[in-house]
């Protein structure tokens, strides 16, 4: 394959992102929008889809409960062709192994670990015909965490979570070396809704305290930006990636470094 004289373009690839009406998700969907794809914003709340998606020409709005196999399969007959899969819906948890209930425990494994497989699973057929209408093979790019690589207190749930989240992208990619492509970038803490909801929900009285020491723990001394995040999806993407399967992207502003 030549060197693209524009790089890490998508045009006339089609991609899904799941969770794709907000934070990392909706940062994702703008960038692969702007390298050319057409995006379809998968997610719960259609009417932040549908709202994000007046503001993209190339963009649609997709309704998806990423935990129903009744709706990924209505989603599935929406959607003819795909190229790219970004598995991005999430939630967290805060609590040690003893304040982690059962049914905590559950909810999270629901929705971060049993809906990757559902729908990969659903869409699998659909990627592994991309190489037909194109040269390069279908992508999976999986939002996984540096939860997922390190222990952190009070992340019991979380941490197990992502880490099913890269054993799942590494055996994907092992499982399918010539067909598919599937790596996972691994966020530090991001500036987003997500966390912002964290910081209400258990310190909503010392936020800015929280913050500070969410700041510290990442050696640059910052949050991340999710743009920065949906660039490193962009280029796990792009073709200019096609050597890239298996792996994991790290973009913790040197969290696991130090």
């Known amino acids: 394959m030549q060197p693209s004289p524009d790089p890490f373009r998508l045009n006339h690839r089609i991609a899904l992102v799941t969770g794709g009406a907000s934070g990392i998700g909706e940062a994702t969907v703008k960038e692969l929008a702007r390298a050319g794809a057409e995006v379809w914003i998968a997610d719960i709340n259609i009417p932040a889809a549908e709202s994000l998606a007046a503001t993209i020409p190339s963009a649609h709005a997709l309704h998806l409960d990423v935990t129903s196999a009744k709706s990924i399969s209505a989603a599935l007959a929406q959607i003819e062709f795909l190229d790219i899969l970004v598995n991005n819906a999430g939630v967290g948890h805060v609590g040690s192994i003893e304040a982690t209930e059962p049914e905590d425990f559950d909810r999270l494994m629901n929705i971060n670990v049993r809906s990757v497989y559902l729908v990969t699973r659903g869409f699998l057929p659909l990627l592994l015909g991309a190489r037909e209408r194109h ?101 796990l993407a792009s073709d200019e990636a096609a050597f890239v399967t298996g792996t994991l992207l790290t973009l913790d502003g040197g969290w696991t470094a130090a």
């Open 135 to 235: 040269e390069a093979l279908g992508a999976v790019v999986n939002v996984a965490s540096v939860s997922g690589l390190v222990g952190i207190k009070e992340r019991f749930a979380y941490c197990t979570s992502k880490g099913a989240v890269v054993a799942m992208t590494r055996q994907l990619a092992a499982e399918y070396p010539r067909t598919l492509r599937v790596n996972a970038v691994c966020p530090g803490t991001v500036q987003t809704p997500f966390v912002e909801g964290y910081l209400e929900k258990f310190h909503k009285h010392n936020k800015e305290e929280i913050r500070a020491e969410l700041r510290a723990r990442q050696p640059v001394g910052r949050l991340g930006r999710p743009e920065e995040v949906a660039s490193a999806i962009r280029y």
